[in-house]
């Protein structure tokens, strides 16, 4: 349980930057640098980074939705369950081959799944179509059709 808590939040650490670059700001991203210096070019942003790498503030904004940051559950946890699939896709090869394994809890865990044990069944049983182009990105869209469709999954899962 210690190590799928101490995945998440590596993996929200991770994604932060991602999220931030996406929202309606400049290259700096929210936080009291984007209220302060708003002008969108290079050197400006320069200064707007640095003024929230230096006070941190930009951590603070994201998790309280101040200093004009936005939360968006939804959009976060789809970057921390691709972040998750790029860095251990070999790994959940392995184990959805085996239909268990530590990282493919934590995958479970990510896609919102309360029970990983037929989540790992499942994906043992679409091994072959789950990993067919052996690509991050197509496995995780497929693991997402997958959840969203099965009915054993719908049941247990959150996504």
């Given at each position: 349980?210690?190590?799928?808590?101490?995945?998440?939040?590596?993996?929200?650490?991770?994604?932060s930057p991602l999220y931030v670059a996406s929202a309606k700001h400049g290259a700096a991203g929210c936080g009291l640098g984007a209220l302060v210096?708003?002008?969108?070019?290079?050197?400006?942003?320069?200064?707007?980074?640095?003024?929230?790498?230096?006070?941190?503030?930009?951590?603070?904004?994201?998790?309280?939705?101040?200093?004009?940051?936005?939360?968006?559950?939804?959009?976060?946890?789809?970057?921390?369950?691709?972040?998750?699939?790029?860095?251990?896709?070999?790994?959940?090869?392995?184990?959805?081959?085996?239909?268990?394994?530590?990282?493919?809890?934590?995958?479970?865990?990510?896609?919102?799944?309360?029970?990983?044990?037929?989540?790992?069944?499942?994906?043992?049983?679409?091994?072959?179509?789950?990993?067919?182009?052996?690509?991050?990105?197509?496995?995780?869209?497929?693991?997402?059709?997958?959840?969203?469709?099965?009915?054993?999954?719908?049941?247990?899962?959150?996504?």
């Amino acid at each position: 349980m210690k190590r799928i808590l101490a995945v998440s939040l590596f993996l929200a650490l991770v994604a932060s930057p991602l999220y931030v670059a996406s929202a309606k700001h400049g290259a700096a991203g929210c936080g009291l640098g984007a209220l302060v210096i708003t002008e969108n070019k290079k050197v400006h942003q320069v200064i707007a980074a640095t003024v929230n790498g230096t006070l941190g503030n930009q951590t603070f904004g994201i998790s309280t939705g101040t200093l004009g940051c936005e939360t968006s559950g939804f959009t976060q946890k789809q970057v921390e369950q691709q972040i998750f699939v790029h860095m251990n896709f070999q790994s959940l090869e392995q184990e959805f081959a085996k239909g268990s394994g530590e990282k493919m809890e934590a995958f479970a865990s990510l896609m919102g799944c309360s029970d990983a044990g037929t989540f790992g069944k499942i994906g043992k049983e679409k091994f072959g179509s789950l990993f067919d182009q052996n690509t991050p990105d197509s496995f995780l869209e497929k693991m997402r059709f997958e959840v969203a469709n099965n009915s054993a999954l719908v049941g247990s899962c959150k996504i």
